[in-house]
């Protein structure tokens, strides 16, 4: 008799195991190709978000024959809260909560906010009241603009539901800055200053310029050797070192809680729109390079609070470390080097307009000199 049976069509449990194993290791194959696509799209963006914002510095110069100062710091001269050893520019009173209860506050416009109009944010830029500080009521729909053209998108903490709450730290609410990826180079400068300091040297041979001779009294300026200062803007004709050799703007990343200032881009402090103090190594300095992991690396206002609501782990993870203190002169912002999320490195803004991408483990020393506005010894470009 014959076998009625029909033939078997479909698949047995082995071949269905064997197929799904090969589907598992190509997709394994696959999504790294697909990642690292992504963030090639990823930095191309950023990379062009850097190239408009030298167009940009390159118009505003065409116009006013300067570039924009760091920062306009406004009031009276001298820091009387920096006890004769900080300059104007650092101390910020809204966070610590002296202002605006106690007297008004001091910082006013920074780079991006005059840079504006050249952006293509007119109206943006006038929202703005620029004799007034940032903090003020008048300048609140301003201040948390979302740009897309300042946010680098590798950045997943730069978005609209996280700002920077300046206020948070004193219990004050509603004082909000919308977050951004772009600093200005002020200077990879050592914390030393051309006037006399209570227990620090007169002198130091790579220090900042700062006006007047008691910082408490007659100060109102602040510059190191980079492209922009405290109520101090440099001239393309102030840069010996040539156009091509210096960075102007670089990557920070946006800071990781309501109370991190870094990446905060109407924030005319450093850390928040600016990179200083990040070149040199030393017993007083541990943020050279991009990218440093150094525990203390970055001294920001707010930085104990930061530590106690995020965890010192979880900052370290987070690749954000930062230095705090709880005493009134050094737990300022006063120190920030260039970050970023792209694998290995930072894009960076030259002042002729170049866009180049920067490795995290770039020779110290050449990092220093690209930075340097006043450097006239030859070094070899890092890209």
């Not at 029909?6 to 269905?16: A, V």
């Not at 737990?331 to 030259?350: F, I, K």
Request: net charge negative; with cysteine; charged share 15%.
């Amino acid at each position: 008799m014959k076998n009625c049976r029909k033939p078997r069509t479909g698949f047995t449990i082995i071949e269905l195991l064997v197929s799904i194993g090969t589907i598992a290791i190509l997709i394994s194959l696959l999504l790294p190709a697909v990642q690292n696509s992504r963030e090639a799209a990823r930095r191309l963006t950023c990379s062009n978000n850097l190239r408009q914002i030298g167009m940009a510095l390159s118009n505003y110069h065409s116009q006013f024959q300067i570039l924009p100062p760091f920062s306009i710091w406004n009031g009276p001269p001298g820091e009387p809260l920096g006890g004769g050893v900080l300059p104007v520019g650092l101390v910020d009173r809204v966070a610590q909560g002296i202002s605006p209860a106690t007297e008004p506050d001091r910082l006013c416009a920074n780079w991006l906010m005059l840079l504006l109009p050249q952006l293509d944010q007119t109206n943006v830029y006038q929202q703005f009241n620029m004799d007034r500080s940032t903090a003020d009521l008048v300048n609140a729909a301003g201040r948390i603009a979302e740009i897309s053209s300042l946010k680098c998108p590798s950045d997943n903490f730069n978005g609209s539901n996280n700002p920077y709450q300046r206020g948070m730290q004193s219990g004050v609410d509603g004082i909000t800055y919308a977050r951004g990826n772009y600093a200005m180079n002020m200077g990879t400068n050592s914390a030393c200053y051309n006037v006399a300091r209570p227990g620090f040297p007169t002198t130091c041979e790579d220090g900042f310029t700062v006006n007047g001779t008691d910082l408490t009294t007659d100060n109102t300026t602040m510059s190191g050797i980079g492209v922009g200062g405290v109520n101090v803007a440099f001239r393309f004709a102030d840069m010996p070192t040539g156009l091509s050799n210096l960075v102007c703007v670089e990557e920070i990343r946006a800071g990781v809680h309501p109370l991190d200032p870094r990446g905060s881009w109407a924030l005319g402090y450093p850390a928040a729109s600016g990179t200083l103090r990040h070149g040199v190594v030393s017993d007083d300095e541990d943020d050279a390079g991009p990218y440093n992991q150094a525990q203390a690396a970055d001294d920001l206002q707010g930085c104990l609070q930061l530590r106690q609501a995020v965890g010192l782990d979880q900052l370290a993870r987070l690749r954000m470390p930062c230095f705090g203190s709880s005493h009134p002169l050094f737990g300022v912002n006063y120190q920030a080097t260039a970050r970023s999320l792209h694998p290995a490195g930072v894009e960076v803004l030259m002042v002729d307009g170049s866009v180049h991408f920067v490795s995290d483990n770039v020779n110290p020393d050449v990092w220093y000199r690209l930075h340097n506005r006043r450097n006239t010894d030859p070094f070899r470009l890092p890209f």
